[in-house]
């Protein structure tokens, strides 16, 4: 089998990643937020397992996005937007429970700046295990898998 057909065709780049990676991966994130603060509010309790998907889903929404690119980039990306939907998600039940204990709703405008003032009592120690396995769940799933080398070429014969 010649050299080129054995692995799939890969660009690497050091540009900034595509616009279309950004997109998805943002795209990705905020759905894996979506699902996380359906479940956190349903549930009454943060399932901190949840945090993988949000990372996931950001890490592949960029190397769908990416269409074949590989780079640094493409990853950095992920791990930022996986990060961002994470933070989505922690807003997002912190908006539902204020606005279910003052009676407003959760897009109220004061809701924000509430968020910002009270980050220091919202995150614990213990949201850093979610953060990292996010994270990596992103920094993982942003690049396709390594194509397997090609067999070597057998001893000439004697």
């Known amino acids: 089998m010649p050299a080129d057909t054995a692995r799939p ?4 780049e050091s540009r900034p990643p595509p616009l279309g990676a950004v997109g998805l991966g943002l795209a990705g994130a905020l759905a ?3 699902v996380w603060t359906v479940i956190s509010i349903t549930a009454k309790y943060e399932v901190g397992y949840v945090a993988v998907l949000v990372g996931f889903l950001a890490g592949r929404g960029v190397r769908l996005g990416a269409r074949g690119t590989v780079g640094k980039g493409l990853r950095g990306t992920a791990v930022a937007l996986a990060v961002l939907g994470l933070a ?9 429970l204020v606005a279910q204990h003052e009676s407003v709703s959760p897009l109220d405008s004061r809701i924000l700046p509430a968020f910002a003032q009270n980050l220091g009592n919202l995150f614990t120690p213990y949201d850093l295990l979610w953060v990292f396995l996010a994270m990596t769940a992103a920094w993982r799933a942003a690049v396709p898998p390594q194509a397997a080398p090609a067999p070597a070429a057998p001893p000439p014969a004697h």
């Open 9 to 12: 065709s890969i660009t690497r």
């Open 32 to 34: 894996g937020a979506a």
């Open 88 to 96: 989505s998600a922690r807003y997002g039940i912190f908006a539902w």
